[in-house]
Structure formats: C-alpha cells, structure tokens
C-alpha cells in the first residue's frame, strides 16, 4: 500500500470519528436548545397571564418605571418624577407604576421627598413596588469587572420586579438597559428607555486604550500594557453586548447631544432615538430678579462657589477643592479690603458609599488647611437649594463628560456665572454662546479652574451681570414644560399601543 493510500485511510477514519463525535453533540444541542424555547415560552405565558389577571381586576393598563433609587436627589430622580406627571395628567385611564429598591421608607415618605427637593407634586398616587434585591445593581459588590457585574445583577433585579408585576409598558429610566430584553422578550412588554449616561461610551474606550488613569481605569491597570489590553477586549465585548441590549427599545431617549452620539454609535437605532432635555426648574430661580438684587450681591463682603452634584466619584469633588485651594494660594485673590470666598458643595447620598466619600471629602479640605473655607451641605430641601444657589456669585462644575448637567441649568438660571467642565453636555448644549455672548466658562484642570475663578471675581459687577441674563434667557429651552412636550411626543407611539 502507498503511502498516500495510507493517509487517505487515515483521513477517511478520522472523519468517522469525529463524526461520531460531533453528532451526538447536535443532538443534544438541539435538545438542550428546544428545552430553553419551551421553557422562555412557558415562562412568558406564565407572565401573560398574569398581566391579564390583573387587567381584569384593575381594568386599565400600566405604565411602570424602572428606577432603583427613586428616593435620591439627582437630576436622574427630577427626570423620573416630571415624567409621572406629565404622563398622569395626559393619560388619566392609565395606572402608573415605580419599580424601587429602596427600604425603609413608605411610598407617602418617596413622594414627600420629591415634593421637597424638587417641587413637584403628583396628580394621583402612583404604586410602588418595593424590591429587596438592589444590593445585586450596587457597585461595591462588584470591585472587579464593575459594567459587567452591575449588569448582570440588573438582569436579576429586573426579574425580580417583573416576576411582582407585569406592566404593559415598561420604561426604564435609570440606565440599566439590559433589563429591556427580559421585560420585551419574556414579559410580553413594551419598552422604552431614557437614557442619562450611556453605561460604557466610546470615550472610555479610548481612556483605556490611551491608558489615562481616571476614576473609572485605576491607575495599576494604565500602566501595565498587559492588562489595559485586556480591558479594551473587555471594554469592547460589554459593548457589543450593551448594544444588543438597548437595541431592543421601542422608544429611546437621550438627555443630550452628547448622549446622543455614543447611542447612536452602540445602539444603532437613529430611527427611534431623539433628543429630550431632561427637566430643569429654571421658572423658580426665574421669579427670583437679578437687576436691583444682584447690586446687593456684588456688594456683600464674601463670594460663594456653588456646586450642585451628587457626591459620586464621577463628579469629581476632589478638583473643585484643589482648584479652590489653588485660588486662595494666589496673593491676589485677596488683597486688603477684597470680599472673601467660600466652597459649598451641595448634593445627595445614595447610600453608605456616597457618604463614606463625603468624609474623605471633608478630610481632604482638613489635609489642605480650608475646612474654614468649604461648606458641605446633604439632601437639602428645594427652598435652601433655592436661596444658595440666588447667593451664590459662581455656579461649579467639574465632572468629566457630564452627560447633561441639571446643576449648572440651575445655577445660571439663579444668577450665577456658571464654570463648568469643558466636555460633554455641558460643552455641546449648555455652556454655549447666546445673543452674541458667552454664557459662562469652560475648564479642564486644576490651573484652568482656578484661573477662571479669579478671573470671574475680578470682573466688575456690571459685566458679571450682563453675563449673568445671558445665561438666563439661554435656559429657558430647559423647562418642565420643554420637557413634558417632547416626552409626551417621544412617548406617543408607545402610549397609543395601551389603547388597542
């Protein structure tokens, strides 16, 4: 036999080997793949009938909300409770629903609380699902892999509140995107999303590739090439697997033209993505003059720095209280005779971490010598927000690609000039020139920010002021009432299915 007989007998038997190897497999996986089918379809049936039950009971659809942390103070929050109330007052034979994790508190206490700090006040009582897994969409526990874990963990909190009510549209309003396929797909729902921050952007991408430390990529893995090679491929599945989650939106919207972007290049879905500014309450600080008021402000002996922000290491407290120490350091911030200045930060606690960043806060004003100078103030009601953001010279800004910035439409709307981070929204929306002016500054560093403060409390009182109804009149594109318009018209085509 010839050698090349030998290795066509050879060939020929391994083949039938792995053959017989092979199909086998096919076998079990179109088994094991049946099994699932009828398993997702036998648990959304299950579901389906449970939405139908409860239709028969309560005779009307539901609109429910996904948002874990109803009960904080930030913009996400504003966003969630503006919503509700545009939706309560247009469509009155309609229930409305919040998925919650918090505990503790009573859905009279949540509602309380959005009355407080924003001012809003619902037609009708909304009902509240308490869920008592929130832990598993909690950052801390997950040190290592933090999207993915987060994510994950959603998936299970999203189960949790679908498995204790089936609405027939379903919204999420906090970002967790990978909770729309199991609502869409084993729910039956509807869905629709509004989107504050994109959970992983083409901007972090490059953080890592270009390997900068930042909050998000420690400072260990940017300078090892190793590692930072493997969060890119890590950075670049999560992805692609967040764009497949979002991707099952029927309706999107996105807080920003920033937002926008990084959606539109994960997601791929312009057709149903638009734009909807998030709701700022610019008419309170509206109603407040700043003509003959604001002489009186100019005049006062000590100038305060505002910032507006919940204390989460994103927001980037650390460089407000550098540049600010950086601004007392120059001999000439204060001469003889010159007004003083003072730092209050301003903002919500989530929880135990947010405060534990707060104390390290506080130790970092006591490590540079101006805990005298720095101001912190928690979870206060509108009305205190209100009267410090009115006294205020200078609006402060510093985080990095802020996705919108509820804060600083706030400040300028209260009269302050507002110095901002010179990315994201408010690069591209807000900080923007106005009638031919500028409505405030934009900066990037430590130096940058201190320049502009000094810069702002040397200017004479009277351009102060002129860039102070810039910024005003430049605001008004961000009112509740902007914003209910172009979410009642975002959210018609999803609405208009409940009446079928």
């Known amino acids: 036999m010839s050698a090349h007989d030998h290795f066509s007998l050879c060939l020929c038997d391994l083949i039938r080997l792995l053959w017989s190897l092979m199909l086998p497999c096919f076998y079990l996986s179109f088994l094991l793949t049946t099994i699932l089918f009828l398993f997702i379809m036998g648990v959304r049936s299950w579901l389906q009938m449970k939405r139908k039950t409860r239709r ?21 929050e504003r966003v969630l409770w503006c919503a509700l109330r545009a939706l309560q007052n247009r469509y009155q034979d309609v229930s409305f629903v919040v998925y919650t994790g918090d505990q503790g508190v009573t859905a009279e206490e949540i509602l309380d609380g959005a009355r407080r700090r924003f001012n809003i006040r619902l037609p009708r ?35 949790e509140a679908l498995t204790e009510f089936v609405p027939d549209l379903y919204i999420d309003s906090m970002g967790f995107a990978f909770t729309l ?45 190793v590692l930072s090679a493997i969060k890119v491929i890590y950075y670049c599945v999560f992805a ?24 539109l290049a994960l997601w791929r879905t312009p057709n149903r993505t638009s734009v909807v500014y998030p709701p700022c309450d610019v008419q309170a600080f509206l109603d407040v003059p700043i003509g003959e008021d604001n002489e009186e402000k100019e005049q006062k002996k000590c100038h305060s720095l505002v910032s507006v922000g919940q204390f989460r290491p994103e927001k980037d407290h650390q460089l407000q209280i550098r540049a600010f120490k950086k601004l007392l350091d120059r001999k000439e911030v204060e001469p003889a005779g010159r007004e003083a200045v003072k730092l209050v930060l301003i903002g919500g606690c989530r929880n135990q971490e947010d405060e534990d960043r707060v104390l390290m806060l506080r130790g970092l004003c006591q490590e540079l ?8 103030k928690l979870n206060i009601p509108f009305q205190e927000l209100k009267k410090d953001l009115t006294d205020a010279t200078i609006g402060l800004h510093t985080m990095w690609n802020e996705h919108f910035g509820i804060g600083i439409v706030e400040c300028m709307a209260a009269g302050t000039i507002i110095l901002a981070h010179k990315s994201g929204g408010p690069k591209l929306d807000i900080v923007v020139p106005y009638d031919g002016g500028p409505t405030g500054f934009l900066a990037d560093d430590e130096d940058n920010y201190a320049d502009a403060m000094e810069r702002i409390l040397s200017m004479s ?33 999803l609405m208009s299915t409940l009446r079928a």
């Open 125 to 159: 009582p909304v009902k509240f699902v308490f869920l008592k897994h929130r832990l598993l969409v909690e950052a801390k526990l997950y040190p290592h892999f933090t999207l993915l874990g987060q994510s994950v963990g959603s998936i299970f909190l999203g189960w």
């Open 369 to 376: 010598g101006i805990a005298d100078r720095v101001e912190f």
């Open 56 to 76: 028969v009971q309560d005779g009307r659809p539901a609109v429910a909300f996904f948002h874990p942390y109803c009960n904080a103070g930030g913009g996400g």
């Open 240 to 263: 692609l697997l967040y764009g497949l989650a979002g991707s099952c939106s029927d309706v999107i919207m996105v807080n920003s033209t920033w937002t926008l972007g990084h959606i």
């Open 461 to 493: 009182p009277a351009t102060r002021l002129e860039m102070r109804r810039r910024a005003r009149l430049s605001v008004s594109r961000f009112s509740d009432q902007e914003f209910e318009g172009s979410f009642l018209s975002a959210m018609e085509p």
């Open 181 to 225: 396929p199991v609502f869409r797909y084993l729910g039956g729902c509807q869905v629709g999303s509004y989107v504050h921050y994109p959970t992983i952007s083409t901007d972090m991408l490059s953080v890592v590739r270009e390997r900068n430390p930042r909050f998000n990529n420690a400072d260990y893995i940017s300078s090892n090439p």
